[in-house]
């Protein structure tokens, strides 16, 4: 009988140990699951507050930040663009075709819809487009539509090259909204500017010959100011387009964390 009730303390004791056990592991499991829940939100929250890159061809994009649509360097006519939401601002960065289009301009039926230009293309465009422009110059700041933008000097180092891009014609641009910073670098090589930058979160780099600057250059550049992200675009030259799987690996290699995004900016041609 005595045998009997060791038997059955025993028992009983183990099954409470394995219920607390279990209780345990199903608290800590919760727990584990709270705090990954937690910082899935967190993830989904700053990735909502990071603009969408769409890339419609070689330089230009149509970029949405919550509510805001805006047109980089619209070329390609009213067609590039159909299906995009309507632009509430326009960014453009140079006088070159491949960046300022006045018959796409006029295309858009923009409205009132500001177009933020340099002073040199502001000269180019006729005068219809007049009260829609807002003229910036390298160093000049603004807020538009709740985005902060800062106009950013690019240009050409190499003696060779600097007929294409003078410093002070163009712009890049830095654009801040809640926190987060898209850089667009334009036509340019690996200035200084470009390299001081601090914080952002997403860059548009350039990298073709003759008219920018090699893929070498570029990642360089990139490895320098560290963005968080990184599109190759503009990168088809005079001979054909540059080996961004290249410029991928060489920033790769020199900063793991760095996302190098290969988007596709030619869908016309096989993507690389």
């Not at 059955?8 to 919760?30: G, M, P, R, Y």
């Amino acid at each position: 009988m005595r045998y009997f009730f060791t038997l059955l303390f025993c028992s009983a004791l183990l099954f409470s140990c394995k219920s607390e056990k279990e209780e345990k592991v199903a608290e800590i499991e919760e727990t584990s699951e709270v705090r990954q829940t937690g910082r899935d939100q967190e993830e989904a929250s700053e990735e909502q507050d990071l603009p969408e890159i769409q890339p419609i061809s070689h330089a230009t994009a149509v970029i949405n930040w919550d509510d805001i649509t805006i047109y980089l360097d619209p070329v390609g006519g009213a067609e590039a663009f159909e299906g995009m939401d309507e632009a509430d601002l326009v960014l453009i960065t140079d006088i070159h075709g491949d960046h300022m289009d006045a018959k796409t301009l006029n295309a858009l039926n923009l409205g009132d819809t500001k177009i933020i230009v340099p002073q040199a293309v502001k000269k180019e465009l006729p005068d219809s487009l007049a009260p829609n422009l807002v003229v910036m110059n390298n160093g000049d700041t603004l807020d538009q539509q709740g985005i902060s933008i800062e106009a950013i000097p690019m240009y050409n180092l190499r003696e060779e090259a600097k007929q294409f891009h003078p410093k002070g014609r163009g712009n890049g641009y830095v654009l801040e909204k809640n926190g987060k910073s898209l850089y667009i670098a334009g036509d340019t090589e690996d200035i200084p500017e470009m390299r001081n930058l601090e914080n952002i979160d997403i860059a548009l780099v350039p990298m073709n010959l003759p008219y920018t600057m090699t893929v070498e250059s570029a990642a360089d550049g990139v490895l320098e100011f560290a963005p968080k992200q990184v599109y190759p675009y503009h990168f088809r030259g005079k001979d054909g387009k540059s080996d961004i799987q290249k410029f991928k690996r060489l920033v790769n290699e020199g900063n793991k964390d760095i996302e190098v995004v290969m988007a596709n900016w030619y869908p016309e041609e096989p993507q690389q």
